[in-house]
């Protein structure tokens, strides 16, 4: 069985900068994408950052030079750094898993999902 655990999320003001962690378990498959989205009230979930098991990454543009997708094979584990936060980046995160092959943001082809983290920006 698929499990994903997101960690990490929290308050903090503009500028700021929040580690997310996602730690993966029940996954056997040597290809993969893995991927951060985010959905604030009121709003679509929105893929922000993707990568892929070689190493190819996609980013949003509300969110390029800011953000950083990296993951940890010895540890299961996907990050996303998130560097000069703003407050439009409030939202709860999800870690996502998928059986596609290369980075991609469409929520669509992802099929295991984490219960997510909030993420609180203030000004």
């Known amino acids: 069985q698929v499990r994903l655990v997101e960690s990490g999320g929290g308050s903090v003001q503009a500028g700021g900068s929040l580690r997310l962690s996602c730690a993966v378990s029940?996954?056997?498959?040597?290809?993969?994408?893995m991927g951060w989205f985010r959905q604030a009230p009121g709003k679509e979930r929105e893929g922000v950052a993707a990568i892929d098991s070689s190493g190819s990454t996609s980013y949003a543009d509300s969110v390029k030079g800011r953000f950083t997708i990296s993951e940890d094979n010895a540890k299961n584990t996907l990050y996303l750094q998130m560097n000069s936060l703003q407050r439009e980046d409030t939202a709860k995160y999800y870690c996502?898993?998928?059986?596609?092959?290369?980075?991609?943001?469409?929520?669509?082809?992802?099929?295991?999902w984490g219960q997510g983290t909030q993420v609180t920006v203030s000004s």
């Open positions: 996502a898993v998928s059986t596609w092959r290369r980075a991609d943001l469409r929520a669509n082809l992802y099929g295991y």
């Open positions: 029940g996954y056997t498959y040597s290809r993969y994408c």
